[in-house]
């Protein structure tokens, strides 16, 4: 998979800590290093060949933009392959890089019942809310692919603008 050229220095997200998370404590410094490895180092970074779906979306605040593909298993309900591209801080492309890896052999119902708890303790580090949305952008576009695959939602991009 290609990887994405770093042009930005990953920016310092842990400052804040208004938005707590259950598992922040002593291993704090791991998920923080964590998370830079996972920015630098993007884990199912590129585009499927052939997604069952994919959906775009952006967080206009920060800038944010990712593209998720989604491939099914066979029996079009079990998630089979991830990947993801774009651009953005530090959280948004973390965090789609880890959600990435953790849907995999999920079923879409469940990618559809995950919140953003389930988003911020995958991270793992306190969240301020301003970044809330640069952490959920690459769910919400999953799970917004998946409900128009469904049938279920009919819009062209996913944006945090209104969260």
């Known amino acids: ?18 938005y707590s998370c259950s598992t922040m404590g002593l291993g704090s410094d791991m998920y923080r290093q964590q998370i830079l490895d996972h920015y630098k180092n993007p884990r199912n970074y590129g585009e499927l060949e052939d997604p069952t779906f994919t959906h775009v979306g952006e967080n206009p605040m920060c800038g944010d933009e990712i593209r998720m593909d989604v491939k099914l298993d066979d029996d079009e309900e079990t998630i089979k392959q991830v990947a993801f591209s774009g651009d953005g801080c530090a959280i948004s492309q973390a965090s789609a890089s880890m959600l990435s890896k953790e849907l995999r052999g999920k079923t879409v119902d469940e990618l559809l019942e995950m919140d953003r708890d389930d988003v911020i303790d995958m991270l793992g580090v306190d969240i301020s809310p301003m970044r809330v949305k640069c952490a959920v952008l690459a769910e919400k576009v999953a799970q917004d692919g998946a409900e128009i695959y469904q049938g279920d939602l009919d819009v062209e991009k996913t944006t945090t603008e209104d969260d």
Request: glycine letters at 0%; a neutral charge.
């Open 1 to 18: 998979m290609p990887t994405r050229p770093s042009t930005v220095a990953p920016e310092p997200f842990y400052n804040s800590l208004a």
